[in-house]
């Protein structure tokens, strides 16, 4: 949780109260290596942050794989497309590594 506070207040004032806010809305959990974070066709419910770890975006073209970009420790995750207008996500996001907070 220290490196998601500290991240947060990297962009904006983030008082104790706020954290103590933060702390309600974010729960960790750990996954494997390997799997999926979101799948096309489903809808993003959550604003991922990687404590740990790496994510790559991509969609599948022709059958065959193309990686759009990757989310790395300290960063969020989020199809915020999907997220805000709760419609479907288009790609597939996959984690390679283990801590994340959602929230």
């Keep these: 949780m220290d490196l998601l506070i500290q991240t947060i207040r990297?962009?904006?004032p983030f008082s104790p109260a706020d954290?103590?806010?933060a702390q309600q809305l974010f729960h960790r959990k750990e996954y494997k290596k390997g799997g999926?974070?979101?799948t096309a066709g489903e809808t993003c419910?959550?604003?991922i942050f990687?404590?740990?770890g790496l994510v790559r975006y991509y969609i599948t073209k022709?059958?065959?794989?193309q990686?759009?970009?990757?989310?790395?420790?300290?960063?969020?995750v989020c199809d915020y497309t999907s997220f805000f207008a709760?419609?479907?996500?288009?790609?597939?996001?996959?984690?390679?590594w283990k801590t994340l907070w959602y929230g």
């Design 36 to 38: 999926h974070l979101l």
């Design 10 to 12: 990297n962009y904006i």
């Design 45 to 47: 419910r959550y604003l």
């Design 50 to 52: 990687i404590e740990s």
């Design 86 to 96: 709760t419609e479907a996500f288009h790609g597939q996001a996959y984690r390679r």
């Design 67 to 76: 990686t759009a970009y990757f989310n790395k420790e300290g960063e969020f």
């Design 19 to 21: 954290e103590a806010v």
């Design 62 to 65: 022709d059958g065959e794989d």
